[in-house]
């Protein structure tokens, strides 16, 4: 028997569908040039009649998988894994091919390989979720967190939402945006400044927040576990974190 979300569990998962859909709302145009390669591969095939029917069976799945991103249906994830997992295998067929051997050829087919499986390996733990999260009985919730992204995305940043980007090795080349809700926190994570650009859009805990102050005098920021060190912020973002998270920080004077 499956143990039923909570409130936060479910408006998490209307988030987490709030940004795959963006992101596969960007896919389209990449979509439709995978889908041209293919079709010119299965045209000028000079394989074997079963290979060649392979080949027109890929092109056939990526013009179905473009036509369902177009239409926003939710199983284009399946479709994104299934080409992934299609891609993976025609690379290990033609893997004894000449070029294959040298060392250049091996790096990249292996490269490509790896690519493809993780890419397929990740769209199918996303598919059921997605597909959860697009069923009538979530109606409610991705309407909240669509309006908590709005505000992420255009609120006034004197207001509730805090900002803080980060731009290192380890850290990543990151913006995050914070919204304290009282019950929980809503928390998107943006390209480096780009707030169209929405990598990870989650719902936490009311404690899914802390912020520590290190020794160097810089924040450590940690979300739902995930910690940020070395986070450098101005004197008013310190004292807004302390008025939000309210711990392990001490607020600064502006005189």
Known sequence: MKRELTEIERLDLAARAEAVERFLSRAV????FI???????AVGSQ???SETIVVWTVALIA???FIMLKQHWCYATYALSILNFLAAIGILKYAKDDYSHTFLGSFTNQFFLVWALANGYGWWKTCAHFV???AGSFDKERGQVGQWLADLKYGDRSGRVLEFSVKSFWNGYWTYRL???GKCWAVAKFKFRNLRGLVEYRVREPNGVTVTEQSNGKLRIEIAGRSI???DTSLELRNRLLRSVGENL???NFS
Do not use: E, G
């Open 132 to 134: 959860a999260a697009h």
């Open 250 to 252: 001490k607020p600064v």
């Open 63 to 65: 013009v179905v998988t």
């Open 35 to 41: 889908t041209v390669i293919a079709f010119l591969l």
């Open 29 to 32: 145009l990449p979509m439709v």
């Open 229 to 231: 060190r070395d986070v």
């Open 179 to 181: 919204l304290n809700l």
């Open 47 to 49: 394989a074997s009649f």
